[in-house]
């Protein structure tokens, strides 16, 4: 399976983005999908998570009630809709899979994307 992000951009803090992250090549719709993010000199970062049948996810502590995951396995997407931005969030977003359920660790996601950059800066 490959995964290519798109959506990343500049914004100003207060601002929305929706990232999205198409997968192609595999089976999408038994698999478990997340995002992280890797802020400059810092470890990669738990952000969003999303169970294959979408009836669980997970969410970092410093997004809750900001950002919500969401999939459609029918066009094998995930996507990442990002709500009061923060300069804070200002990172290199990744999207990752994985079989079985949803995780926060780095280390299940066997399959990553390339990443999109999004910039929070006034």
């Known amino acids: 399976v490959q995964l290519i992000e798109s959506g990343g951009g500049a914004v100003q803090p207060g601002d929305s983005l929706r990232l999205s992250c198409a997968a192609s090549?595999?089976?999408?719709?038994?698999?478990?999908m997340a995002w992280f993010r890797q802020a400059p000199e810092k470890e990669r970062e738990f952000v969003a998570a999303?169970?294959?049948?979408?009836?669980?996810?997970l969410y970092g502590d410093s997004v809750k009630g900001r950002f919500t995951i969401s999939r459609d396995n029918a066009k094998s997407m995930v996507y990442l809709q990002m709500n009061n931005l923060k300069p804070e969030d200002t990172a290199i977003y990744y999207c990752?899979?994985?079989?079985?359920?949803?995780?926060?660790?780095?280390?299940?996601?066997?399959?990553w994307g390339q990443g999109t950059r999004v910039t929070v800066s006034s």
């Open positions: 990752a899979l994985r079989t079985l359920w949803a995780t926060t660790e780095v280390s299940d996601y066997p399959v």
């Open positions: 999303v169970s294959w049948s979408a009836d669980k996810t």
């Open positions: 090549g595999g089976t999408f719709s038994r698999n478990a």
